[in-house]
């Protein structure tokens, strides 16, 4: 398979950073293969393989991991001599979500249980792959989030605290957090104790086109932009959650994605913001939708809603340190590109 540069595994290629990762390897000439419980929601994926599956399946994972180049795809078996590890992994596959899942207690034992047989499958699977071969070169990518940052520095939302080193003394404001913060600590260990390859992101509010805008697990950019198409051509009234002047920060997909590859390129592990420093009320987020869409916006706030901490915004000073990587879109910019797709999707969805 010498016309490839690299072999890389993508888990959660079914999602939405997940299966933006695969269109961007595969346009650098990568060999991909993607895994997730379901395909991707609104395109085709771009993968040269996709393997539907269940990643908390040990005996699963432990397949997922072997590369058998031109010998045969996943479902052959080959011997074991053709089997070799993927040159890179990036582990997306989590169970995800915006407030009205994650912030409502009701997941929350799912939502660990998944999210952490993951990650302890992966690593493990992989630790014993390295001993199987006899080598350790694969670089693992685990997409972290800025929700592990502890609430006590996130109650003034014109002063959130979110450089990397706030982090502890540790007090997440979900048990999403929580278990973010748990599995950064465990591929961190595997790199301490086995001198495994990785690289931690901490994401911040990442959306985009082909990102979840419906069914209860979209996040605030795409749930808002969903509201303002649904109004009438001259606007309306839309619900908002909380009083509007909890503060967020949101990063577009090409950005983060452009992020991510250069952490996997350096020999910096992280844990690292990957995010955009533009810090918003969720009022200015409604405002910056209306103007996009032409229309006269009206909000009707939910006080009683699952909100999350009262402010957040990414700090890049490690990231422009160590990556040379900075944000460049303005938030209007993404918010133009992803209103329009979400207008398209529901056009679609009328005829
Ligand atoms: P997503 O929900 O679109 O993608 C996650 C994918 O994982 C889904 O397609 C899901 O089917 C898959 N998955 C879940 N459980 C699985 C299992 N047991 N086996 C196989 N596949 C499984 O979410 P996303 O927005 O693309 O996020 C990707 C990663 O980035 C997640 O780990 C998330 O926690 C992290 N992250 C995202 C953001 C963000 O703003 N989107 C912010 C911080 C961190």
Redesign the pocket.
Known sequence: MAQYVKKALV??????????MVKRLKSEGYWVRG????Y??YSETAADEFVQ?????VN?VRRVLEYKGDRGNFYNSVPERYIQPFDEIY???????GAGFVFTGENDADIMR??V??NLNVLEQQRLMNDRKGKNTTKIF??????MYPEHNQLDPDNPDCREESAYPANPDSE?GWE?LFSERLYFAYHRNYDMHVRV???????GPE??WNGG?E?SPAAICRKVAELPPTGGTIEVWGDGSQTRS??YIDE?IEATRRLMDSNFIGPVNIGSEEMVTINELVETVARVSGKVVQRKHKLDAPLGVRGRNSNNDVVRRELGWDYEQTLEEGIRKTYTWIEEQINEQNH
Do not use: E, W
């Open positions: 888990l959660g290629a079914g999602g939405f950073i997940g299966s933006h895994v997730d419980l379901k991707p929601d599956g269940d990643l908390t399946d699963f582990q997306f596959a989590a169970d995800m979500g998944n999210s047989t993951i685990y997409s972290g989030s800025a929700c999403y973010k992101s901490r994401y911040h509010n990442i959306f990102g979840t697990r996040k949101f990063l983060c």
